[in-house]
């Protein structure tokens, strides 16, 4: 059985090194292309959204898509970030995971005056999720 690329950097352990760099680069490149990797492993299949998920991937992508500055760079890093998360959470199954997005979003529009619309669509795409899993697993409906 051939196994995938993308299932030899999870056995690797490599997501946890994706992880640190995403969280504590001082490098936006490096955090960008640490986000870009993330996402890509992510959107491959359920079980490997459910490997970052289980190495609590999610919130590391949201908040780097939160701290996100101004800059070029920032702006450019943003998009990497909400892109990666999105298609992580596209494919993710596990919705416990997805819980501490969903409730810091609801957090943060409920304290704006003004909605970011970014962070609608953010939360549409979990909400989607949720929607879309609750009818089929009647186990993760207690969450």
Not at 67 to 93: F, N
Request: glycine residues 2%.
């Amino acid at each position: 059985m051939k196994i995938c690329f993308q299932t030899n950097v999870i056995n690797a352990k490599a997501v946890n090194a994706l992880k640190e760099a995403l969280s504590n680069s001082n490098n936006a490149i490096q955090a960008k292309a640490a986000s870009w990797a993330l996402g890509e492993i992510g959107k491959h299949s359920p079980d490997h959204a459910k490997s970052l998920a289980e190495s609590d991937i999610s919130p590391a992508l949201f908040n780097a898509y939160k701290m996100s500055d101004a800059s070029p760079e920032g702006k450019a890093l943003s998009v990497k970030d909400r892109k990666s998360l999105k298609m992580i959470i596209e494919k993710c199954t596990y919705l416990p995971s997805l819980l501490p997005i969903l409730t810091t979003l609801f957090n943060e529009l409920l304290e704006k005056s003004s909605s970011d619309e970014k962070d609608i669509n953010l939360m549409k795409c979990v909400l989607g999720r949720f929607a879309n899993l609750l009818p089929l697993n009647s186990e993760q409906k207690k969450y």
